[in-house]
């Protein structure tokens, strides 16, 4: 079982930037493929970014590119989204997920319980 707790969310203006952070518990960290989602209010969830296990590789949804910044620390079992030139349509609450393995969008195994990033334009 992966415990998964987001934080760093909050109220910041356009065009400003935020990191998030997502904690996981247990010691095989880095067996584990991470990624972002995020759901806003009356919209389905969406892909944000995606990193393997090592750091090695990471995917990003086309409308994140060049503005999102997917990391992590195996060292530190945390995950981490940096969040620049933010528009008042990335409001939404955004979740942290793991997969055993190799990534998957549509079979991750465990998530976060969500953390609410509102940008003000």
């Known amino acids: 079982q992966v415990q998964l707790v987001e934080s760093g969310g909050g109220l910041v203006q356009a065009g400003g930037s935020l990191r998030l952070s997502c904690a996981a518990s247990?010691?095989?960290?880095?067996?584990?493929?991470m990624a972002w989602f995020r759901q806003a209010a009356g919209k389905e969830r969406e892909f944000l970014a995606a990193i393997s296990g090592r750091g090695v590789t990471t995917n990003y949804a086309n409308f994140v590119k060049g503005r999102f910044t997917i990391s992590r620390s195996n060292a530190e079992n945390t995950v981490y989204l940096q969040m620049n030139s933010l528009k008042a349509e990335d409001t939404a609450v955004y979740y942290c997920a793991a997969r055993r393995g190799a990534f998957d969008p549509y079979g991750m195994d465990y998530w976060g319980k969500g953390i609410l990033v509102t940008v003000s334009s």
């Open positions: 247990g010691r095989t960290f880095s067996s584990y493929s």
